[in-house]
């Protein structure tokens, strides 16, 4: 049982617990002999990487699962990562444990005891909703948690998943954040910078409602408008620093100038210091321009120090 490909097929994703190997007939001497040799790695007491290469994120969070044992499941930031929330892996491997059970910390390992946990997957992992109402209960602002809500859609967590995690926690602070905020999901808000414009810019000061991610055709290419107030030939585009790092792209250029000329409509763009720095002037603006179009409507001011 000591041939290497043999002693490799018991590992999982390269990551072997030393009971596992001793179940195997290898004997606690021997399997000492490859980590102290450096033909293996212990990533945590009584769990090995059977190689003495680089270890995958992957191996450790699959390791980290191993040491935490039964009815563990990755969770947080590690679940988020697997479940295309976060873009980036992190640097420590998360992992929630049933309440009853006591895990003693290990270098690189975060562990969460809690009353239920919910795993899925080959690789068990809490459930998408979980994942996002562990990750609000740290946000560090709204905007955050705004943030976090949206980039849980866009990776394809439906509200539903969300709401439902949210009716099975009965403690849960930041709850009507999230039910406000999955409303405006619903209705096509994609990010921080949109929710912001449509509660601070146009719903305060009285502008019509936008349709919201409208999509077309311009020339053969699909466009979108965040919004589009489509009786009146204006779009307003909503450039968040994550989408147009320094400003407008050529792209944006041609899709202006093409609209413009094919439909007449006329692009407005935003940025983070106009919706949340000066909401009012920019609802000026939007105003001023909707009205050479055809509104009819009168803004309001939202307080006595509205700069309308």
Known sequence: ??????????????????RRLRD????????????????WQRLHRGVLVVHSGPV?????????????????????????????????????VEVSVPGYRKVRPSPGLRIHRRADVSAVGRLP??????????????ADSTDDAVGLLCAAVRARTSPLEILDALARRERFGPRA???????????G????????????????HGLPRAELQARGVIDGRWIRADCRYVRYGLRVELDGELAHPGGRTDDDVWRDNALLLTYGDLTLRYRWRHVAGIPCRTASQVGTALGRRGWT???????PACAL
């Open 1 to 18: 049982m000591r041939d290497p490909s043999a002693v490799r097929s018991l590992a999982i994703d390269d990551v072997v617990s030393t």
């Open 24 to 39: 195997a007939g290898l004997a606690a001497s021997w399997i000492d002999r490859q980590v102290r040799e450096g033909r």
């Open 56 to 92: 995958a994120w992957r191996s450790r969070a699959r390791g980290g699962l191993i040491y935490a044992g039964e009815g563990a499941a990755l969770s947080h930031h590690s679940a988020a990562f697997l479940q295309g929330v976060l873009d980036k892996a992190p640097a420590v």
């Open 125 to 138: 992992v809490t459930d998408r909703g979980t994942t996002v109402l562990d990750l609000l209960q740290g």
């Open 177 to 187: 954040l999230v039910l406000d905020v999955m409303a405006d999901v619903r209705a």
């Open 189 to 204: 808000v994609e990010s921080p910078l949109e929710r912001r414009y449509h509660h601070q810019v146009e719903r305060r």
């Open 297 to 303: 409507g009168r803004l309001r001011r939202c307080s």
